[in-house]
């Protein structure tokens, strides 16, 4: 979706075309009454209060509401914990996770770090600004005031969208009902969009511990700290920090990082990582972490078939270890809402239904797709499917692309060469291995790489993979060609546009090998790179 990402609200939906990133509110906003306590709302029907009524207003939530409303002309509400940049069970915000903890302030990040590899490469070109000096606390009020300004551009797209907005902790009391810090509002739906939190592994000492929204907002910038995990979150504040300086350890459990993604690309930024400086323990897991009386804390690892690892003198330490569904407390299983047992997950069906027909869930909290612009796609089919009467409107969770803001990022979609495999039997795989044009004349050793699997007998493309500079803005084109169906004779007869990276997903003429083996499951299962996640 461009430059800002795809949680960025768009007010187009009252006609007008306000831009990515509107620096001012919409001027054709009305403003519907918004209860405040003890205020009352005008009947839906008459039945019920509401037509939909939404608890959680992160990117998905919103969406499927403002959706609702403005297209299908329906009474809805919505209710969201009030503003803060750290959540808890009393601290939320509209925009939710990705908005404000999340990918709008990660990506923020990102884009500061990545000024430091530019300092460092422009002296070949002939500037001299190595390394300039950094004022954290101006990058940290800047981009804080960026995320009120989008939490209240959040708030006014709800209300242009005359959505109800109540602020306050939303529970569900029964099939038709929800409480809002004490208030009660009727619904003939009811939808829960309310997310997830991060998880940390309760080990000794975990409470010295952060997570990812206190990572977006220290104080001062660290001058050594410890990130625990292998995954998305892990991999792209170690990313982000050695950018600004820091001195990164990172500890994961696996051989690899990105457990779930193509091999070739977990190898390469494995080896991307130790070349760009960071200290990589693999097969590393916590047992204890330390506080000093300096402050500094000291993280206690064991190693599989190797020595304990001791890290001293830490500012932090990150524990980036996964995310659940926020389902605790919400009175769903009073409601009859039935649970995954192991994850907390709201049970759906494809049309995100659960077992009680009234209720509804998109989102983590469904623990599908673990992906913003999924939340949205589940929210608009929702919509589509409750209140526009399209009884096919379902998700479409297959060959979904994803990027990891690493450093070097990366970008995938489709089907890894291993799921391909699985599949399809017969593979051709394509991959290319190469230094950016720029690092060239820099002399920054950072490379890029590409990669397509094709299936052999149908000629499909099945997945396309990259890690390197503008991986995910490039991979949003090869999406549209995968999602399309595209044959690598058709991928053949596009003439490249040179000179950049992107040119040589169309230039790979020589497969790297063949693969021919048995398939061994059905073509259309776990069609996505990050296949622990697919529905
Ligand atoms: P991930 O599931 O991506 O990774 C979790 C990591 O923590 C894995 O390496 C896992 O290891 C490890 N881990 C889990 N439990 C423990 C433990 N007890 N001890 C040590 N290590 C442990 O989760 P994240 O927290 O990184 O991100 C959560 C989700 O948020 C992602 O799955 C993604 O869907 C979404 N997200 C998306 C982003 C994007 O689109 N760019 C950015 C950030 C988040 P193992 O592999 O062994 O299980």
Not at 15 to 20: E, I
Not at 478 to 487: E, S
Request: aromatic content about 6%; overall charge neutral; proline content about 5%.
């Amino acid at each position: 979706m461009g430059r800002g990402g795809p949680c960025v609200p768009r007010a187009q939906e009252c006609g007008r075309s306000a831009g990515l990133y509107p620096a001012h509110v919409p001027t054709c906003l009305q403003v519907r009454a918004v209860s405040g306590n003890g205020a009352s709302v005008s009947g839906g029907d008459g039945e019920y209060d509401y037509d939909l009524f939404t608890i959680g207003a992160g990117s998905g939530g919103v969406r499927a509401s403002r959706f609702a409303a403005s297209t299908y002309g329906i009474k809805a509400g919505v209710c969201e914990l009030p503003f803060g940049r750290v959540a808890s069970d009393t601290v939320g915000g509209a925009g939710g996770t990705c908005v404000l903890r999340g990918c709008v302030p990660k990506k923020l990040m990102v884009f500061g770090g990545e000024f430091a590899e530019a300092f460092r490469d422009s002296v070949a070109f002939g500037w001299d600004a190595e390394r300039p000096g950094l004022t954290w606390q101006r990058f940290m009020e800047n981009k804080n005031k960026e995320l009120e300004r989008l939490n209240g551009v959040y708030m006014k797209l709800l209300e242009g969208s005359k959505v109800d907005f109540h602020e306050g902790r939303g529970r569900v009391v029964d099939a038709h009902t929800v409480e809002v810090d004490g208030r009660r509002f009727t619904a003939r739906n009811i939808l829960v969009a309310v997310g997830g939190r991060p998880t940390v592994p309760p080990i000794e000492g975990a409470e010295h511990a952060i997570i990812s929204d206190q990572i977006l907002n220290l104080d001062a910038l660290p001058g050594k700290i410890a990130i625990v995990g292998g995954g998305y979150i892990a991999l792209e504040f170690a990313g982000i920090y050695n950018n600004f300086g820091t001195e990164v350890h990172v500890l994961w459990r696996q051989a690899k990082p990105l457990r779930g993604f193509d091999e070739e690309i977990r190898d390469f930024v494995n080896e991307q990582y130790r070349v760009r400086g960071l200290n990589l323990y693999p097969q590393a897991s916590p047992t204890r972490i330390v506080k000093g009386p300096d402050g500094k804390l000291t993280v206690h690892a064991d190693v599989k078939d190797g020595e304990p690892v001791v890290l001293e003198g830490l500012d932090h330490v990150l524990m980036a270890t996964g995310r659940k569904p926020n389902t605790h407390n919400l009175g769903l299983e009073e409601a009859g809402v039935e649970l995954v047992e192991k994850t907390g997950a709201i049970k759906v069906d494809r049309f995100s239904r659960t077992n009680v027909p009234s209720i509804w869930a998109i989102g983590d909290v469904t623990n599908r797709l673990n992906l913003t612009p999924v939340a949205l796609m589940e929210g608009m089919a929702f919509a589509r499917h409750v209140f526009g009467g399209d009884p096919n409107a379902a998700p479409d969770h297959q060959a979904v692309a994803s990027a990891v803001f690493s450093s070097p990022p990366i970008a995938t979609v489709g089907l890894t060469e291993a799921l391909a495999v699985e599949q399809y039997g017969s593979v051709d795989i394509y991959s290319s291995s190469f230094r950016p044009m720029k690092n060239t004349i820099s002399g920054n050793p950072a490379k890029a790489m590409m990669k397509l699997v094709v299936a052999a007998d149908s000629d499909k493309v099945v997945g396309v993979h990259m890690a390197g500079p503008e991986c995910a803005e490039i991979m949003q084109g090869f999406a549209v060609a995968v999602k399309m169906g595209v044959t690598k004779a058709q991928l053949d007869t596009v003439v490249g546009i040179h000179p950049t990276s992107a040119e040589e997903f169309v230039t790979m003429r020589e497969p790297a090998r063949r693969i021919r083996s048995e398939k061994k499951q059905p073509v259309g299962t776990g069609g996505n790179a990050y296949g622990t996640h697919t529905a």
